[in-house]
């Protein structure tokens, strides 16, 4: 009797795997790592992509970790509940996004190296270009699921060099960075 108190102990506990580890879906939150830019264009993910056309789309990955948020009465291993189920759904970004700041390492525009391009970007959700506080929302509420791009239009016919960077930060304080590659506009 005390052998089978002793693992129905465990096994509430979850240092035992009780029933299907995908059972049912379960909720989590996403605390950001880091950020990923690529060029949309640069399908070959050089060192030094060219851009040909005067639109630049770059693409923002957000590196993110996942939380399952636990359940109390939960007879699911503890073992389990770090294993990505289908149907588990993000309950959005633990530490919500402040402000998205898009910077260049030269003057761009009218807009001066390391000072933010606010209007001279533009943020899209699938391509589809909204303002920036529509794509924070999102990501706040939707965590890392769907695609995000930063378009920018150049006004000269030189070719130059240029670098991007991408700021975010988050209401926990945090600031998270991440940058294109050095880029030539031909």
């Known amino acids: 009797m005390k052998k089978l108190r002793f693992l129905l102990l ?3 506990c979850g240092f035992i795997p009780f029933g299907c580890e995908c059972d049912t879906p379960r ?13 949309t264009d640069d399908y070959n993910n050089s060192a030094n992509p060219k851009v040909t056309n005067d639109t630049l789309n770059i693409s923002l990955f957000l590196d993110t970790e996942q939380e399952f948020v636990a359940s109390v009465f939960s007879l699911t291993s503890n073992a389990y509940a770090t294993t990505p189920c289908k149907g588990d759904e ?11 700041v898009i910077t260049s390492d030269k003057d761009f525009r009218g807009a001066l190296a390391n000072q933010p391009l606010d209007s001279l970007a533009r943020l899209s959700y699938n391509y589809t270009a909204v303002n920036d506080t529509l794509i924070i929302n999102d990501i706040n509420r939707n965590g890392n699921r769907y695609s995000h791009y930063i378009s920018l239009i150049k006004d000269s016919t030189e070719t130059f060099t240029q670098k ?7 209401h926990d ?8 590659a050095t880029l030539t506009w031909e």
């Open 90 to 100: 993000s309950l959005g970004l633990k530490n919500k996004i402040d402000s998205i």
């Open 27 to 39: 909720k989590y939150i996403e605390h950001l790592r880091a950020i990923r830019l690529s060029i």
């Open 10 to 12: 465990l096994a509430f």
């Open 164 to 170: 991007f960077k991408v700021a975010i930060y988050t």
């Open 173 to 180: 304080g945090r600031k998270t960075e991440g940058e294109t």
